[in-house]
C-alpha cells in the first residue's frame, strides 16, 4: 500500500518536467505563466509561488481571487533559467493600449451577449411554467371528472335509500333492488400527485449546445501575433531583453534568493512589511512568514536608528528580521582563506551571511 502524503509534500501526480523545457512568456520584461499545470509545476516541485495577476473582464479593480497568469519575480525568473528548468520567450511588447472606440466596441459586445443568454433564459423559464400550467390543467380536469364520477354515484345511492325506506312503510318489498355498482374509487382514499399531475418535459432541442455561459477561456500562452515567424528562447541571463542580474545589488538578491531557495525556504515580496522579501519556512497556504529580510551589499554602511527601526518593524509585525550580508567573489575568497573551520566555508560557500534581529524590549 502507497505510503500517504503528508501535508504539504509535492504530489507525485505532477511529473517534474524535463530540464529547461518549461517556457516562460517574457512580456514587456515580466516573467509570466500562463498554463495552471506549469503554475503547479513551480509551486509544488520548484517552491516557485509567483504572484497571480488575472482579473474578470468587468472587474478589472478586484483585489481578490485572482487567477492566470502568474507573474514571477526577477530573481524568480533568474533562479529558474540559472538553474536550468525554464527558458524565456521573448514577446514583442503588447497588448497595445486600447483606443476608447476600442474599449466601447468590446464593451459593446460583451453587454449585447450577456442580453441574449438573459433571454434565452427568461424563454426557457416560461416554456418551463407553459409546460407545467397545460400539465396542471390536464391533471386537474382528471380529478374534476372524478369528483363528478363520485357525487353522482353517492346521489343515486342515496336515492335508492329513500325508495327503500318509503317501500317498506306502504307494504310488502316485491320489487328487486338494483344493483347500483359504485366507482372503484373510495372518496376517502387519497389521490396520489402523480395520478393528476405529470412532470413537465423540457424540449431537448430548447437548450443550444454551443452556449458560450459567462466563462472566460484563458489560453495557455500569451496571444501571439502572426507576423513574427520564429521566436528565439532566452537560456542564458543577462539578457539585452532581461537585463538582470546587472549590477552588485542585482546579484546580492540574486544570491540571496538562490542560497534561501535551497535551503528550503520560499520567499515572497516584501515590501508592504518593510523588507525585500518575505521568507516563509516552507508553503505560504500553510504558514505565515517568518522573516522579513534586509540585503547588504557588500561593506555598505548600517546606521544605528536602521537597526533598531528593522528590529521594531519586524517585531511589531510577529516576524523576526533577517539581515543578509553579501560579498562578491573576490571578497568572499579572501575571506575563506583566513577561515581554519570548515564548516564556517561551507557556510561562505555562497558569499551570503545570515543574521537574525529581534527586538529584545529590553529598557
Not at 509545476?41 to 497568469?69: D, E, W
Amino acid at each position: 500500500m502507497a505510503d500517504l502524503l503528508k501535508n504539504g509534500e509535492s504530489s507525485t501526480s505532477i511529473s517534474t518536467p524535463k530540464e529547461g523545457l518549461i517556457s516562460l512568456y517574457l512580456v514587456n520584461g515580466v516573467a509570466t505563466v500562463w498554463d495552471a499545470q506549469v503554475a503547479a509545476t513551480l509551486h509544488c516541485i520548484h517552491n516557485i509561488s509567483g504572484l497571480r495577476a488575472g482579473t474578470l473582464p468587468g472587474v478589472s479593480q478586484q483585489n481578490g481571487f485572482l487567477g492566470l497568469p502568474l507573474t514571477l519575480m526577477k530573481e524568480e525568473t533568474a533562479y529558474l533559467v540559472e538553474q536550468g528548468i525554464a527558458h524565456l520567450i521573448p514577446l514583442p511588447s503588447f497588448p497595445t493600449i486600447p483606443t476608447a472606440d476600442d474599449i466601447s466596441h468590446h464593451t459593446a459586445k460583451r453587454i449585447e451577449r450577456i442580453r441574449k443568454l438573459e433571454q434565452h433564459a427568461r424563454e426557457l423559464e416560461e416554456e418551463r411554467q407553459k409546460l407545467s400550467s397545460q400539465a396542471f390543467e390536464k391533471g386537474g380536469e382528471k380529478a374534476r371528472a372524478k369528483r363528478e364520477a363520485r357525487a353522482r354515484a353517492k346521489a343515486e345511492k342515496e336515492k335508492e335509500q329513500k325508495l327503500r325506506e318509503q317501500d317498506g312503510l306502504f307494504g310488502d318489498d316485491t320489487t328487486p333492488t338494483p344493483i347500483i355498482q359504485e366507482s372503484t374509487t373510495d372518496i376517502n382514499t387519497p389521490v396520489k400527485l402523480e395520478d393528476t399531475v405529470t412532470t413537465p418535459a423540457i424540449p431537448s432541442g430548447s437548450i443550444p449546445k454551443d452556449s458560450p455561459g459567462h466563462f472566460l477561456t484563458i489560453p495557455s500562452h500569451p496571444p501571439i501575433p502572426s507576423s513574427i515567424q520564429s521566436i528565439q528562447p532566452i537560456k542564458s541571463i543577462p539578457h539585452s531583453l532581461f537585463p538582470f542580474p546587472s549590477t552588485p545589488r542585482d546579484q546580492a538578491l540574486l544570491d540571496v534568493f538562490t542560497t534561501l531557495q535551497k535551503r528550503g525556504y520560499r520567499m515572497g515580496l516584501g515590501p508592504r512589511f518593510g523588507g525585500e522579501y518575505l521568507i516563509y519556512p516552507g508553503d505560504y497556504l500553510r504558514y505565515h512568514a517568518h522573516f522579513t529580510s534586509q540585503v547588504i551589499v557588500r561593506d555598505e554602511p548600517i546606521k544605528p536608528s536602521e537597526l533598531v527601526a528593522w528590529g521594531r518593524l519586524g517585531t511589531g509585525t510577529k516576524k523576526a528580521g533577517l539581515l543578509c550580508c553579501w560579498t562578491d567573489n573576490e571578497s568572499n575568497t579572501k575571506l575563506r582563506e583566513g577561515q581554519e573551520n570548515e564548516e564556517e566555508k561551507e557556510e561562505q560557500e555562497g558569499g551570503v551571511e545570515f543574521y537574525s534581529l529581534e527586538w529584545a524590549n529590553f529598557g
